[in-house]
Each structure stands twice: as C-alpha cells, then as structure tokens.
C-alpha cells in the first residue's frame, strides 16, 4: 500500500522568508516516483518537480529546492525567500508499479506567504 | 504550450441526472486519468486508462461512473446517477510515454449536484 502524509496542515509566513514542506512516504514499490504539485487559489494543479527513486541528488530550481532522502523516505520541498505569490496549496505525490503509475497524493499544506 | 482542455469549466445538475465531463488530452499522451478533490480536500484518484481500457481504478469508481474514449481526442468522465456526495472538482490528467514530466492536469470541472 502507498501512503502519503504531509504532517503540516497550514504554514504562515512573512514575505522573503524560507519555509520547508514536508512529505514522508510509504510505498513496498522497488521502483517509484515522487512528485510536487502547487495548486493556486485558482484552482488549476500546477506540476514542480518530479523525482525517481533511484535518484536521491537533490535539485534546485530557482527558489525552490527539494531533498529526497530515501532512509528516511522523505521528499521535502523548500523555498527561499518567499514571496505572495507564493501562497497555494502544495502537494506531495507518489507513484508507482502497483497502482499502475497513477499519483497518490498527500492531504496538501496551505502556504500563506503575507507581504 | 500544450495543455489539457477539460469542459465545462462548472457544471450544476440536479441529484439523480446523468453527467459527462469532457477532457481533451495532450495529443501525444498515452495515458490518461481521473482525479476528484473534494472541496478543502486531498486530491484522489479515479481510474486510468491505456490503449483503450482501464488500467487501474479506485474503490470511489463504483458502477455508476465510466469512462470512455469515443475518438482520437476526446476522454470522457460519464457519472450515471448524480449524488449530493459527487460534488467536487474532477480533474483529467494525461502522460506521455515516460512520465518524464508527470502528469499533467486541466484546469478542472466543478461538478455542483443540488
């Protein structure tokens, strides 16, 4: 079976700070794929990132940087300097043979980043 | 950019009527999906769909809901008998080959049943 869990349900920040994302996993899949996904007041699901897990080299992009560590089966999201614009719902997702490859996503942590 | 097209953009019907939600996948995908999040909830997954069948499905996709690939472009979300529960906004997504980039989603049908 294949859990995600995004332990923080609403995070609040000031404008230009840093604030990570958390997202632990579980999943008896050898070979997976994790993911984020922003979705804005908007609505619409915005692909960021996605990540194999036989690739634990972390990735940065902008200000947005992801660390993957498999011991501890995490996939944690980070953004510097964090802007309005900023502010969505972000989702931790997995993927992998078992289910046929459809995503599985986490309960989602709303950002709100406040000028 | 190519783009998943899902219409309408909201859809209001009454408990008990029959809906079909239409998604038009990027052309070169493969595999297409469907997703529900419930208003203030997680996003979940429906069913997938491959070479013309369902691959994978959910324990959410009961009887009354099926899926469909009439033509070469169109995916349809058909909901047989509408209930209250069924409100919430239903999202088509499709891959390619890879997976390389995900899955991309439309901008989403909010279904409202009253």
């Known amino acids: 079976a294949q859990k995600v869990t995004q332990a923080q349900t609403e995070i609040s920040v000031v404008e230009k700070e840093d604030v990570t994302l958390d997202c632990v996993y579980e999943?008896?899949?050898?070979?997976?794929?994790l993911f984020w996904y922003k979705q804005p007041p908007s609505g619409e699901l915005v692909f960021l990132i996605r990540?194999?897990?036989?690739?634990?080299q972390n990735e940065i992009s902008g200000r947005y940087s992801w660390n993957f560590q498999k011991s501890t089966s995490s996939f944690n999201f980070t953004i510097t300097a964090s802007q309005v614009v900023d502010s969505a719902v972000y989702f931790c997702a997995l993927s992998g043979s078992n289910s046929g490859y459809a995503l599985n996503f986490g309960k989602g942590t709303s950002l709100l980043v406040t000028p | 950019e190519p783009e998943v097209t899902q219409t309408p953009s909201h859809q209001v019907t009454q408990m008990g009527q029959e809906v079909i939600l239409r998604c038009v996948p990027i052309s070169n995908h493969l595999y297409f999906y469907w997703y529900r999040q419930i208003l203030g909830q997680k996003v979940e997954f429906l069913v997938s769909?491959?070479?013309?069948?369902?691959?994978?499905k959910s324990e959410i996709f009961d009887d009354q809901f099926s899926v469909e690939r009439p033509d070469g472009s169109n995916f349809t979300l058909k909901i047989r008998s509408t209930k209250l529960e069924d409100s919430a906004m239903y999202f088509c997504?499709?891959?390619?080959?890879?997976?390389?980039?995900?899955?991309?989603f439309g901008q989403g049908t909010r279904l409202t049943v009253v």
């Open positions: 997504a499709s891959r390619d080959r890879t997976g390389r980039e995900g899955a991309f």
């Open positions: 769909f491959y070479n013309n069948e369902i691959s994978e």
């Open positions: 990540r194999n897990s036989f690739d634990e």
């Open positions: 999943t008896r899949d050898t070979t997976y794929y």
